[in-house]
């Protein structure tokens, strides 16, 4: 706008200046307020997605109902991770976003770590891995470089890493999600999502990186409604919290007793139960989100420093416990003989954590910024 034009002289002083910072917060949009609560939610989150790895060197057979239980409130935590990723594309770029520069930055410090990571596991599994190959029980693929793809499209390698695939392809559907944005009609495509997911439950063995996709979409467009509806969200989910935590339980424990523990992994079109553990993953980051905004004024360094490192506890961990799995048939790293619990996992995360924290550390005063190829931070 230029000064003295036609508009001006038909404006109060006070709309003109309103005007103009329209106009230059076009050009250079302010930067969104840093959220405390949600960095917490970051730090939480990466516990949860570790500690659904550690149940089996804890020794955790569960076969209890309170067994069950816990292990339905504790599995799934990827659902944090999905809704904290949408949350924060609208409060980080959605005002900004440049595509190419966005999907350029996702490919070298999520793809390429992801690729630098899987190759030394790839290669074991192609020439000694374990007896059978891995790659044998799901495909009938014999060409090395065929078998690299394989493990490198459905994350295969190593415990986790099935996320990146689905990942990548949930970043690209970046241009998609600011149509639904301009548009409000994010709850509209949410919500229908949000039943199919229900009905096609995650992927057998997380292989089907396209299911998955479809299974957490609804969940990354209810975390970008959420952040552009903060300002009425949070009261309703503060005044709320403690219902939807009863809930929440009320639904971990309704499907320990009738379907039992667990996420209900199974292919997309295969006509089975509704999956619970979804609805009560989102109830459960609702009432975490609600607990976590109360301490919005606070800074809590631990969960501060976890989620500045998450991304790099997250590529790291499965280094650490991938191979219980693969090379012991009952891993039990206290001898408990099948006698661990939820306190006894929670203790081996804890000391996962702190190893891979303690490793993504080390890696990035070695490398400084060229860490984050490796690592992602």
């Not at 190419?100 to 020439?127: A, D, E, G, Q, R």
């Not at 292919?267 to 979804?278: K, Q, R, S």
């Not at 905004?293 to 499965?318: G, R």
């Not at 996992?345 to 550390?361: F, N, Q, W």
Request: aromatic residues 16%.
């Amino acid at each position: 706008m230029l000064p003295g034009s036609e508009y001006e002289k038909g404006c109060s002083v006070n709309q003109v200046v309103a005007a103009k910072n329209s106009e230059i917060e076009k050009v250079n949009p302010p930067k969104k307020a840093f959220l405390n609560s949600i960095n917490h939610f970051r730090g939480i989150a990466i516990i949860f997605i570790v500690m659904a790895h550690c149940y089996r060197p804890a020794g955790w057979q569960v076969e209890t109902l309170a067994d069950k239980a816990w292990f339905n409130l504790m599995m799934n935590g990827t659902v944090f991770f999905v809704f904290i990723s949408g949350f924060l594309f609208h409060h980080v770029f959605s005002h900004r976003l440049d595509y190419k520069k966005y999907m350029k930055n996702k490919t070298k410090f999520v793809f390429l770590p992801y690729l630098f990571l899987s190759l030394p596991w790839i290669i074991w599994h192609i020439t000694a891995g374990t007896d059978p190959l891995m790659h044998l029980n799901y495909t009938q693929l014999t060409n090395p470089a065929e078998i690299a793809s394989w493990y490198v499209i459905t994350g295969r390698t190593l415990t986790a890493y099935w996320y990146i695939p689905m990942g990548m392809m949930l970043f690209a559907l970046s241009p998609w999600v600011m149509h639904l944005l301009k548009k409000q009609h994010l709850m509209h495509y949410a919500i229908p999502l949000f039943i199919i997911a229900m009905l096609i439950h995650r992927p057998e063995s997380n292989l089907n990186a396209i299911q998955s996709l479809f299974y957490f979409l609804p969940v990354y467009l209810f975390g970008v409604w959420s952040s552009e509806h903060r300002d009425s969200l949070f009261p309703f989910i503060g005044k709320f919290w403690i219902p939807m935590l009863i809930a929440a339980i009320g639904l971990a424990v309704g499907q320990a007793y009738f379907l039992g523990a667990g996420t209900l992994n199974k292919p997309a079109f295969e006509i089975t139960v509704p999956d619970l553990m979804l609805p009560q993953k989102m109830l459960l980051t609702l009432v975490l989100l609600a607990i976590l905004n109360k301490f919005e004024h606070i800074s809590i360094k631990p969960l501060q420093k976890l989620a500045e490192v998450s991304f790099a506890i997250y590529f790291i961990h499965p280094w650490i416990t991938t191979p219980w799995w693969m090379l012991y048939d009952s891993p039990d790293i206290f001898n408990l003989q099948g006698q661990g619990n939820i306190f006894t996992t929670l203790l081996v995360t804890l000391g996962i954590v702190i190893i891979s924290y303690a490793v993504a550390v080390t890696i990035k005063k070695l490398l400084n910024k060229r860490s984050r190829y490796l690592i992602g931070w």
